[in-house]
Nanobody, 122 residues
Framework: VQLVESGGGLVQAGGSLRLSCAAS????????MGWYRQAPGKQRDLVAD???????NYRDSVRGRFTISKDNAENILYLTMNNLKPDDTAVYYC?????????????????WGQGTQVTVSS
């Protein structure tokens, strides 16, 4: 699975951005896709994810401001970010989780995009 993000940039507080992540390869094996972010000096944290069935999950600080969605026909994952705050400044990474059944049991593989910078000025 290959993931390519786009859509980051510089925006003022209160503004909006939409991130995109184009997936290719064995996309039919993807069970969950999500967005993570990493600010300088901090760990990489989950922002939101969406299952193959469409169930979504958000971190508390972005719930109500961010929306995760996907276009299954085009294999594109989106993150629409509204009312952005300076604390949202980070590198945002697209993630895909693949689970494959083997003789030894289910194996999980994690794939990451290259990241896209989001900077929110105050």
């Amino acid at each position: 699975v290959q993931l390519v993000e786009s859509g980051g940039g510089l925006v003022q507080a209160g503004g909006s951005l939409r991130l995109s992540c184009a997936a290719s390869g064995r996309v039919s094996d993807i069970s969950v896709m999500g967005w993570y972010r990493q600010a300088p000096g901090k760990q990489r944290d989950l922002v939101a994810d969406i299952s193959s069935g469409g169930a979504t999950n958000y971190r508390d600080s972005v719930r109500g401001r961010f929306t995760i969605s996907k276009d299954n026909a085009e294999n594109i994952l989106y993150l629409t970010m509204n009312n952005l705050k300076p604390d949202d400044t980070a590198v945002y990474y697209c993630h895909a989780e693949v689970r494959i059944a083997t003789i030894e049991g289910t194996r999980q593989f994690d794939y990451w995009g290259q990241g896209t910078q989001v900077t929110v000025s105050s």
